[in-house]
């Protein structure tokens, strides 16, 4: 009887430990997204700034964007950003997208790069926070 209550236990504990460590994620990459605030917005009621608001980024073509002027190599691009093409191109801007008008040198630490995903990545395209 005991075996089957810790192993619920186990799961219980396991679990939340997993939520606090996303938590702590988002809001790691929250602190980053300081970086990216003096040219870009997200969430309700983010406007296009020097550079698009960000909200839906995630599944977003690159260049699409409403009522922003975005240069042909970012519209030209072929991108459908993701996550995997995100923490490629937030490394360094110009290297992935040459061309682009983002005057940013990248972030080159993967925890942070993780951390400002899993931030990024939680709005939708109205800036509402995925459930």
Known sequence: MKNPTLSALAVIVCSAVTSAASAQDVAAGKTSFNKCLACHAIGEGAKNKVGPEL??????KSGTAPDYNYSDANKNSGITWNEALFKEYIKDPKAKIPGTKMAFAGIKN??????????????????????
């Open 110 to 131: 993967e925890n942070e790069i993780n951390n400002l995903w899993a931030y990024v990545s939680q709005f939708d395209k109205d800036g509402k926070i995925k459930q």
């Open 55 to 60: 909200n839906g980024l995630d599944g977003r």
